[in-house]
Nanobody
Framework: QVQLVESGGGLVQAGGSLRLSCAASGSIFSINAMGWYRQAPGKQRELVATIATDGTTNFRDSVKGRFTISRDNAKNTVYLQMSSLKPEDTALYYC????????????????WGQGTQVTVSS
């Protein structure tokens, strides 16, 4: 089993920045891709960004150029730096971990964190 603990969400004005962190513990040797997904009310959970152990990254188009993802393998932690935030980025952000290298589809995520709320006001 793998446990994921997220932190860093909050309320920010449009154009602002936030950094999310996700620390993994447990059977982390089984994990390859880690990343962030989000779910707004009434919508399906969707990819934000993922990063594999080899550094391969994937982003949804709407966040490219605004969000960056990084990973500290020594700390088993993944970070999402969000800049130029928009109201449409408002959602519950979940950290996810997959045994696969590519996990752009949430169905490929094996482990989930509890979620952290990001609210962007206009």
């Amino acid at each position: 089993q793998v446990q994921l603990v997220e932190s860093g969400g909050g309320l920010v004005q449009a154009g602002g920045s936030l950094r999310l962190s996700c620390a993994a513990s447990g059977s982390i040797f089984s994990i390859n891709a880690m990343g962030w997904y989000r779910q707004a009310p009434g919508k399906q959970r969707e990819l934000v960004a993922t990063i594999a152990t080899d550094g391969t990254t994937n982003f949804r188009d709407s966040v490219k150029g605004r969000f960056t993802i990084s990973r500290d393998n020594a700390k088993n932690t993944v970070y999402l730096q969000m800049s130029s935030l928009k109201p449409e980025d408002t959602a519950l952000y979940y950290c996810g971990a997959s045994r696969l290298r590519i996990a752009t589809n949430p169905s490929r995520v094996k482990y989930w964190g509890q979620g952290t709320q990001v609210t962007v006001s206009s």
